[in-house]
């Protein structure tokens, strides 16, 4: 189960590399953290319960930021 948070970490770094070459530079910097995160746990040697655990808190707080910034942020179309 580590090697897949190091397997997510290069995928998130790929897309950050990728963003900052497209001149996004938030979103790239959002996906280096987002790598340094993923490649750190993968190299704590958790339980495999602790991996789910905050793969499910990971996902809860991307989507629940997903939602608001879609909702609240970008406002209605017109």
Excluded: N
């Amino acid at each position: 189960m580590a090697r897949m948070y190091r397997v997510l970490g290069f995928w998130t770094l790929v897309f950050g590399l990728m963003a900052f070459a497209g001149h996004m530079v938030e979103m790239a910097l959002l996906f280096f953290m987002q790598t340094a995160f993923f490649v750190g746990l993968g190299y704590l040697k958790l339980t495999e319960r602790t991996y789910i655990l905050l793969f499910w808190g990971y996902m809860v707080v991307c989507f629940t930021g997903f939602s608001y910034w879609s909702v609240f942020v970008m406002g209605k179309p017109y």
